[in-house]
């Protein structure tokens, strides 16, 4: 009997992650100067090598580095790493090549799992993030009832991230709380209006250019767990 396919496809291969090297992040650059396929064609292998190679054995590592720390999250790198091809059907803009490179890692592996830990590589700055992001209706209104039924949980999950330096993003927040919620208690008052639950933490050229990056993102994503855990038992 042959041994189980590797969840790596051929062309991520499983070598071990040392970081990113220069090149990836002048890639993207070149590629917003050059959104065309000809372009694109003649410089892909840089694309295969410098990002996306290296992006799915820094997906492989972390998921093992996580479930040594008793932090779930299911990759496959083949659905992990988002595609660099823009849906352009509904833009005005018709780039079709995203400049900037992101995976996200979730329970079930599906991106559509609520509660990520995300990557993003980008000339413009790179981050982790980690959380729900603009979750389904559903979704969402069972978190909103968590907070109203679990106040001071919830603060007390607050004041674990502000222990560790993170804050709720509140951009999107609503300017008044959601119909169908009230009365809402005042500790959450201003939470309920989110429409996303995510922290986020800004990464160094320094930090992305090193194999320490493994390490960076498994100490981020424990540090976001309270915030994780709180979402997931919401949604069940």
Not at 34 to 42: S, Y
Not at 106 to 113: E, M, P
Not at 172 to 193: C, F, M, Q
Request: with cysteine; net charge positive.
């Amino acid at each position: 009997m042959k041994p189980p396919k590797s969840p790596l496809a051929e062309d991520f291969p499983p070598a071990p992650f040392t970081g990113f090297k220069p090149g990836a992040l002048k890639f993207f650059e070149q590629l917003a100067e050059n959104q065309n396929k000809a372009w694109f064609d003649a410089h892909k292998s840089v694309y295969e090598t410098e990002i996306k190679a290296p992006l799915a054995s820094l997906i492989a590592e972390l998921t093992a580095r996580l479930a040594e720390k008793k932090l779930v999250f299911c990759a496959d790198p083949r659905r992990a790493i988002f595609r660099l091809h823009r849906d352009v059907r509904f833009s005005h803009d018709k780039s079709p090549y995203k400049t900037n490179a992101g995976a996200a890692m979730t329970r079930t592996g599906a991106k559509d799992s609520p509660g990520v830990l995300y990557l993003h590589l980008d000339p413009l700055g790179c981050f982790a993030a980690a959380g729900f992001y603009v979750p389904e209706p559903e979704t969402l209104a069972a978190m909103r009832a968590a907070l109203i039924h679990h106040p001071a949980r919830w603060q007390a999950m607050c004041k674990a991230l502000k222990k560790r330096g993170l804050a709720l993003d509140r951009e999107n927040a609503l300017t008044r709380p959601p119909k169908g919620y009230e009365p809402v208690p005042e500790a959450v008052r201003e939470d309920i209006k989110l429409k996303s639950w995510v922290v986020r933490r800004g990464l160094s050229l320094e930090q992305i250019s090193g194999a320490g990056l493994v390490e960076e993102l498994a100490s981020f994503a424990l540090e976001a767990a309270p915030l994780l855990r709180f979402g997931w038992a919401a949604v069940g």
